[in-house]
């Protein structure tokens, strides 16, 4: 079907240990417009006894010279991909000069230069395009980085590690000599030169040296940079208190770049950041930009433990690194602000990602088997679900058990490159448990269910729950074994006494038995969302109103408000409910909600917040389009009409007080602008949205006066719009925020608005956070324009995609993602997309990256 030449997968159960290894290299950079010149020696060790070629990767590079022990070689075989050669003693120094192209690198993967500066991007397989070498994470190596550059254009040139020396040269240009004293792999290694504005501070640590922290922004831009630095200290501080981990290198870098494929990168001692994870105000961030930075930047440098000092065999076990990372922001994020918040925000991930992810062609386990290219296993699979499973592990084994695993995975395993295996087997160890059913979370993928039947003796007082899990086939996996999974178990007593028990399911059927109970108790089940699962079960509307409004775990409280919203939605369309939800349900959920003068703000803000589409798709079999979206916005109309006076009058209860980001104030900022959602549909809507535009002196209240316009369909939407646009048009990242409002609005002409907006003049297609705000929040999250009936928005994606594919492939392959989860649509529309991916896929200039996914998805 495919016109491109056929690429092979890789295999996880392929991995061969390297056949050399390279202990020392010594990089040299003399960056320059026309050409730069990267100098490359290596200190090579045969590994064995063996006559194996070492066989270099190496991409886009322009080979000048070889030479083996000072010595010029002519004698070396040079493809696309590898620089071979042969008959090497057991130990020499090989010294390779190439040319590359940075200014014409817009794939924004190796080294790159945009917006004036030089950056590099190396993970996963990027350094291949700087210069030949051995590009795998088992290969270690010390580096010493000596960068050239002109000294005007390029006062700072960084790298890894310590500066050790530095100099000028006569022809107005500098140079600077860096040497990190750690292995690393070459996906860590990280070069950036160009003019900033730096902050400086510094962290003392706690065994007592003095770490200097520097922050490289955009000039002008410092003032943006306090709150990232204040969270870098606190991660820091957290990570010696919780897991007794400490920072080992004299000073800490981090790099604020505009162009960026992702959100950041951990490269040893010298971060380097898409800008919108680091620069904030209240003037030009949101609550939610102040807590992804806090969050990003605690991620990249957890990452300084667990990733990078302990780092992945090979690429298959990528979670090792960033399941466990993303366990331990989210820990850390937990701790600085509210858990339950922090939870849901973690459970939506999963539900609406994640599940979808699943429920897709490019269902992978969270350690996948198979990979075509590597950048497309950034995944919610590989991230979140491996969080998850680490979760898991943390809730079976217990804090102080955990912690005992995170202890014995350190001492084994401190400056190697290891597999999920063997983080599991310290965990296992250190805790006198067997984990081996465990495991299977590894390498199985999809969503396991959950069925619950409970059962009560009134004459004995005696409980039963009967629990069935099962997985259900994916497109990758057609076998599913049981897996180990704690349930946490909520009995609720009807006087508001509740107890609480983690039930350890390894069967496919399992029977619970507890006695003791005088009435049968209400039970809640997977407390604070114990594990990646669907629960199904029937419970009556009272029931779940109980756990809604007396659970004393807030997931369970949510969550129980979440089934009563879906399930009514669901009842209104052909896909139907089993459970008994009404109209009344609806309104005593909301009168228990609003009367009992609920403490947590921002818990009430979310239990009063609908179910996305894109979660409510993943619990039903089928996705209808139309219907769903309407019976959706019914029960928006149902709750305001009933609610609307209350909402009101919390509205006005609230203060707006002057800007910090405090947990208290992000809260009530929350519950205010998720009120403002249902106002602005009524006829104080109006005034009230454009009161508050108005009157708000931070971006978290400005930009919800904007949604709540935008999603009520306020006839002052385009004029606050326009407003803003006058206000912010020299500013990039904040105009992302009026990008992503007008691509996610529903209206007939929306393609013709997309157009619009990509002739802005801040538009810029070679610009991964302009694309993702335009095109992507129209792919994601427009889905009624993105699904409509006649195919046009797939249409337009496919064609959008055909062009930026030959830009940026990581971008293009990201954005292709919903093109390809047709499985729950109807015939029609699959139909329709399934010709957009034929015709991506009939381009015989197709990246690796999109073909991956696309032919996937075609089957
Ligand atoms: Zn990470």
């Given at each position: 079907m495919s016109n491109k030449t056929p690429v092979t997968a890789k295999r996880r159960l392929d991995y061969q240990p390297p056949a050399y290894q390279i202990h020392d290299i010594e990089l040299s950079f003399n960056l320059d417009d026309e050409v730069t010149k990267v100098k490359s020696l290596l200190h090579v060790f045969k590994q064995g006894d063996h006559d194996q070629p070492l066989k270099l990767d190496g991409e886009n590079l322009t080979l000048i010279e070889v030479k083996l022990n000072g010595k010029s070689l002519q004698q070396y075989e040079l493809t696309d991909e590898a620089l071979t050669l042969s008959n090497l003693p057991d130990e020499c120094f090989i010294e390779i000069y190439t040319e590359i192209d940075p200014a014409s690198n817009k794939t924004l993967e190796g080294l790159y230069k945009a917006s004036g500066s030089y950056c590099t991007q190396c993970e996963a397989e990027g350094f291949r395009k700087i210069t030949y070498f051995l590009d795998r994470p088992d290969v270690l190596s010390k580096y010493t980085v000596t960068i050239y550059a002109d000294k005007k254009r390029y006062p700072y040139l960084l790298s890894n590690g310590n500066k050790i020396d530095s100099g000028d040269l006569e022809d107005g240009k500098h140079w600077v000599k860096w040497q990190d004293p750690f292995f690393k792999p070459c996906y860590l290694f990280a070069l950036v030169a160009g003019d900033f504005d730096k902050l400086t501070q510094s962290f003392t640590t706690s065994s007592g040296r003095k770490v200097a922290l520097e922050l490289y922004v955009d000039k002008g831009m410092a003032h943006r940079g306090e709150h990232a630095l204040a969270s870098l200290k606190k991660a820091m501080k957290w990570d010696e208190v919780v897991f007794d981990l400490e920072y080992d290198l004299d000073i800490y870098m981090v790099v604020a770049v505009d162009f960026f494929n992702m959100g950041a990168m951990e490269n040893k001692g010298l971060n380097v950041f898409n800008s919108k994870y680091v620069l904030a105000d209240s003037q030009t961030a949101t609550d939610e930009d102040y807590f992804n930075i806090e969050s990003v930047i605690a991620h990249e440098y957890f990452h300084n433990w667990t990733g990078n000092r302990v780092t992945c065999r090979d690429w298959f076990q990528l979670s090792l690194k960033e399941g466990l990372t993303v366990f331990r922001d989210q820990q850390f994020s937990a701790d600085m602000g509210s858990p339950v918040v922090n939870r849901i925000k973690n459970v939506k991930v999963i539900r609406e990602h994640q599940f979808a992810e699943d429920a897709s062609a490019m269902a992978h386990p969270i350690r996948p088997d198979e990979v075509i290219e590597m950048n497309n296993f950034y995944t919610v699979t590989v991230y979140d679900k491996g969080a998850e499973v680490i979760r898991m592990l943390h809730t079976l084994l217990t804090p102080a058990g955990f912690k005992r695993g995170i202890d014995l995975y350190f001492k084994r395993h401190d400056g190697q490159a290891v597999t999920c295996d063997d983080f599991v087997n310290a965990m296992q160890d250190a805790n006198s448990i067997n984990l081996d059913q465990f495991k299977v979370w590894y390498e199985q993928s999809g969503t396991p269910e959950l069925t619950v039947e409970q059962d009560f003796a009134a004459d004995t007082g005696t409980l039963t729950l009967t629990i069935q899990q099962h997985t259900p086939v994916t497109l990758d996996q057609s076998q599913k074994k049981p897996l180990y999974i704690p349930v946490r178990v909520e009995y609720l007593a009807n006087d508001g006494s509740s107890t609480t028990d983690i039930i350890h399911l390894t069967q496919s059927q399992q029977k619970l038995v507890r006695d003791g109970f005088d009435v049968e108790p209400t039970v809640a089940l997977l407390g604070d969302f114990s594990a990646p699962v669907k629960v199904i079960r029937t419970l009556s509307a009272e029931s779940l109103l109980t756990i809604a409004l007396h659970s004393n775990d807030g997931f369970s409280r949510w969550d129980a408000a979440q089934t009563i919203?879906?399930?009514?939605?669901?009842?209104?369309?052909?896909?139907?409910?089993?459970?008994?939800?009404?109209?009344?349900?609806?309104?005593?959920?909301?009168?228990?909600?609003?009367?009992?003068?609920?403490?947590?703000?921002?818990?009430?803000?979310?239990?009063?917040?609908?179910?996305?589409?894109?979660?409510?798709?993943?619990?039903?079999?089928?996705?209808?389009?139309?219907?769903?979206?309407?019976?959706?916005?019914?029960?928006?109309?149902?709750?305001?009409?009933?609610?609307?006076?209350?909402?009101?009058?919390?509205?006005?209860?609230?203060?707006?007080?002057?800007?910090?980001?405090?947990?208290?104030?992000?809260?009530?900022?929350?519950?205010?602008?998720?009120?403002?959602?249902?106002?602005?549909?009524?006829?104080?809507?109006?005034?009230?949205?454009?009161?508050?535009?108005?009157?708000?002196?931070?971006?978290?209240?400005?930009?919800?006066?904007?949604?709540?316009?935008?999603?009520?369909?306020?006839?002052?939407?385009?004029?606050?719009?326009?407003?803003?646009?006058?206000?912010?048009?020299?500013?990039?990242?904040?105009?992302?925020?009026?990008?992503?409002?007008?691509?996610?609005?529903?209206?007939?002409?929306?393609?013709?608005?997309?157009?619009?907006?990509?002739?802005?003049?801040?538009?810029?297609?070679?610009?991964?956070?302009?694309?993702?705000?335009?095109?992507?929040?129209?792919?994601?999250?427009?889905?009624?324009?993105?699904?409509?009936?006649?195919?046009?928005?797939?249409?337009?994606?496919?064609?959008?995609?055909?062009?930026?594919d030959k830009i940026n492939p990581q971008v293009a392959s990201r954005i292709v993602t919903p093109l390809t989860q047709w499985q729950k649509l109807d015939e029609e529309r699959i139909v329709k997309m399934k010709a957009e991916l034929v015709r991506l896929l009939d381009n015989k200039d197709l990246s690796n990256d999109v073909y991956e996914k696309v032919s996937k998805s075609l089957g």
């Amino acid at each position: 079907m495919s016109n491109k030449t056929p690429v092979t997968a890789k295999r996880r159960l392929d991995y061969q240990p390297p056949a050399y290894q390279i202990h020392d290299i010594e990089l040299s950079f003399n960056l320059d417009d026309e050409v730069t010149k990267v100098k490359s020696l290596l200190h090579v060790f045969k590994q064995g006894d063996h006559d194996q070629p070492l066989k270099l990767d190496g991409e886009n590079l322009t080979l000048i010279e070889v030479k083996l022990n000072g010595k010029s070689l002519q004698q070396y075989e040079l493809t696309d991909e590898a620089l071979t050669l042969s008959n090497l003693p057991d130990e020499c120094f090989i010294e390779i000069y190439t040319e590359i192209d940075p200014a014409s690198n817009k794939t924004l993967e190796g080294l790159y230069k945009a917006s004036g500066s030089y950056c590099t991007q190396c993970e996963a397989e990027g350094f291949r395009k700087i210069t030949y070498f051995l590009d795998r994470p088992d290969v270690l190596s010390k580096y010493t980085v000596t960068i050239y550059a002109d000294k005007k254009r390029y006062p700072y040139l960084l790298s890894n590690g310590n500066k050790i020396d530095s100099g000028d040269l006569e022809d107005g240009k500098h140079w600077v000599k860096w040497q990190d004293p750690f292995f690393k792999p070459c996906y860590l290694f990280a070069l950036v030169a160009g003019d900033f504005d730096k902050l400086t501070q510094s962290f003392t640590t706690s065994s007592g040296r003095k770490v200097a922290l520097e922050l490289y922004v955009d000039k002008g831009m410092a003032h943006r940079g306090e709150h990232a630095l204040a969270s870098l200290k606190k991660a820091m501080k957290w990570d010696e208190v919780v897991f007794d981990l400490e920072y080992d290198l004299d000073i800490y870098m981090v790099v604020a770049v505009d162009f960026f494929n992702m959100g950041a990168m951990e490269n040893k001692g010298l971060n380097v950041f898409n800008s919108k994870y680091v620069l904030a105000d209240s003037q030009t961030a949101t609550d939610e930009d102040y807590f992804n930075i806090e969050s990003v930047i605690a991620h990249e440098y957890f990452h300084n433990w667990t990733g990078n000092r302990v780092t992945c065999r090979d690429w298959f076990q990528l979670s090792l690194k960033e399941g466990l990372t993303v366990f331990r922001d989210q820990q850390f994020s937990a701790d600085m602000g509210s858990p339950v918040v922090n939870r849901i925000k973690n459970v939506k991930v999963i539900r609406e990602h994640q599940f979808a992810e699943d429920a897709s062609a490019m269902a992978h386990p969270i350690r996948p088997d198979e990979v075509i290219e590597m950048n497309n296993f950034y995944t919610v699979t590989v991230y979140d679900k491996g969080a998850e499973v680490i979760r898991m592990l943390h809730t079976l084994l217990t804090p102080a058990g955990f912690k005992r695993g995170i202890d014995l995975y350190f001492k084994r395993h401190d400056g190697q490159a290891v597999t999920c295996d063997d983080f599991v087997n310290a965990m296992q160890d250190a805790n006198s448990i067997n984990l081996d059913q465990f495991k299977v979370w590894y390498e199985q993928s999809g969503t396991p269910e959950l069925t619950v039947e409970q059962d009560f003796a009134a004459d004995t007082g005696t409980l039963t729950l009967t629990i069935q899990q099962h997985t259900p086939v994916t497109l990758d996996q057609s076998q599913k074994k049981p897996l180990y999974i704690p349930v946490r178990v909520e009995y609720l007593a009807n006087d508001g006494s509740s107890t609480t028990d983690i039930i350890h399911l390894t069967q496919s059927q399992q029977k619970l038995v507890r006695d003791g109970f005088d009435v049968e108790p209400t039970v809640a089940l997977l407390g604070d969302f114990s594990a990646p699962v669907k629960v199904i079960r029937t419970l009556s509307a009272e029931s779940l109103l109980t756990i809604a409004l007396h659970s004393n775990d807030g997931f369970s409280r949510w969550d129980a408000a979440q089934t009563i919203y879906s399930q009514f939605i669901h009842s209104l369309t052909p896909n139907g409910s089993t459970l008994a939800i009404t109209q009344e349900t609806i309104t005593a959920l909301l009168d228990g909600l609003l009367e009992s003068a609920m403490e947590d703000q921002a818990l009430l803000a979310e239990m009063i917040t609908l179910p996305s589409v894109e979660t409510l798709v993943q619990q039903v079999p089928k996705y209808y389009v139309e219907s769903l979206h309407s019976a959706r916005e019914k029960l928006e109309r149902i709750i305001i009409s009933h609610a609307q006076p209350m909402f009101e009058k919390q509205y006005h209860g609230l203060a707006f007080t002057n800007y910090d980001y405090t947990p208290s104030q992000t809260a009530t900022r929350k519950l205010r602008n998720q009120l403002l959602m249902y106002i602005a549909s009524t006829e104080q809507g109006e005034e009230l949205v454009t009161q508050q535009f108005m009157q708000s002196d931070n971006m978290t209240d400005t930009l919800g006066a904007l949604k709540a316009a935008q999603h009520a369909k306020c006839k002052c939407f385009d004029k606050l719009m326009s407003q803003f646009e006058e206000t912010w048009r020299a500013d990039p990242i904040v105009l992302d925020k009026w990008f992503a409002l007008h691509a996610s609005r529903q209206s007939e002409d929306i393609l013709s608005r997309l157009d619009l907006l990509m002739g802005h003049q801040q538009f810029n297609h070679e610009n991964p956070n302009r694309v993702r705000s335009v095109i992507g929040s129209f792919a994601f999250f427009n889905s009624t324009g993105f699904h409509a009936k006649d195919g046009s928005g797939y249409r337009y994606i496919g064609q959008y995609l055909q062009k930026l594919d030959k830009i940026n492939p990581q971008v293009a392959s990201r954005i292709v993602t919903p093109l390809t989860q047709w499985q729950k649509l109807d015939e029609e529309r699959i139909v329709k997309m399934k010709a957009e991916l034929v015709r991506l896929l009939d381009n015989k200039d197709l990246s690796n990256d999109v073909y991956e996914k696309v032919s996937k998805s075609l089957g």
